[in-house]
């Protein structure tokens, strides 16, 4: 496997090896001591998978307390992907990275925790796979930041999109509750 940096610290793309023929593909998805050495850590707390049409946009997800860190990638269709640093004091406060995931390419995205994550859906339909890290899923310390906050400025690749009320109306970055902490 290969695994990419990228400019917010700690959030990587990984790059599975994966083995094709004319029946079809293998590829080893998760194999914890690989991705350990890479990195990327649990323990390991829950898998989640969603369904998602054209043009739904979720996030910007995160929760603090409990944070979660999350390996994504998407089973089927296309998603664009993308992940916030959202750490008070962190020097790439507010900064964003963003790219596709989809079933051709195979990536996967490592959203370590104290970064908010969301993406918009390309495809017709796209399954989006979370294997999430450190803590399990806590309604209570939920946290939303808004997806289209100018001062983020993240480019969405689709101009019709889908969202619910809550990431509609979600604060600014500014006023976000329960930020994380960073920790250099």
Same mark, same amino acid.
């Given at each position: 496997?290969?695994?990419?940096?990228?400019?917010?610290?700690?959030?990587?793309?990984?790059?599975?090896?994966?083995?094709?023929?004319?029946?079809?593909?293998?590829?080893?998805?998760?194999?914890?001591?690989?991705?350990?050495?890479?990195?990327?850590?649990?323990?390991?707390?829950?898998?989640?998978?969603?369904?998602?049409?054209?043009?739904?946009? &979720?996030? *910007?997800?995160?929760?603090?307390?409990? $944070?979660? =860190?999350?390996?994504? !990638?998407?089973?089927?269709?296309?998603? +664009?992907?993308?992940?916030?640093?959202?750490?008070?004091?962190?020097?790439?406060?507010?900064?964003?990275?963003?790219?596709?995931?989809?079933?051709?390419?195979? &990536?996967? *995205?490592?959203?370590?925790?104290?970064? $908010?994550? =969301?993406?918009?859906? !390309?495809?017709?339909?796209?399954?989006? +796979?979370?294997?999430?890290?450190?803590?399990?899923?806590?309604p209570k310390s939920e946290g939303v930041v808004r997806y289209n906050d100018p001062a983020i400025g993240i480019?969405?690749? *689709?101009?019709?999109?889908?969202?619910?009320?809550?990431?509609?109306?979600?604060?600014?970055?500014?006023?976000?509750?329960?930020?994380?902490?960073?920790?250099?």
């Amino acid at each position: 496997m290969n695994v990419l940096p990228t400019d917010l610290p700690g959030v990587l793309v990984v790059e599975p090896d994966v083995y094709g023929d004319e029946r079809g593909f293998f590829m080893e998805q998760f194999q914890s001591k690989r991705y350990e050495d890479a990195g990327i850590e649990g323990p390991w707390k829950q898998d989640n998978l969603s369904r998602s049409r054209k043009g739904t946009l &979720r996030g *910007l997800h995160f929760q603090e307390p409990n $944070a979660q =860190g999350k390996l994504v !990638m998407v089973v089927a269709g296309s998603v +664009f992907d993308v992940v916030v640093d959202i750490r008070r004091n962190s020097p790439t406060f507010g900064n964003w990275f963003g790219c596709e995931l989809n079933d051709e390419n195979r &990536r996967q *995205l490592w959203v370590p925790p104290g970064f $908010a994550h =969301g993406f918009v859906t !390309m495809s017709e339909t796209a399954y989006f +796979f979370y294997k999430c890290a450190r803590s399990f899923y806590d309604p209570k310390s939920e946290g939303v930041v808004r997806y289209n906050d100018p001062a983020i400025g993240i480019e969405w690749p *689709l101009d019709e999109i889908s969202v619910n009320d809550r990431d509609g109306t979600a604060p600014l970055l500014e006023n976000a509750e329960n930020l994380p902490a960073f920790h250099g």
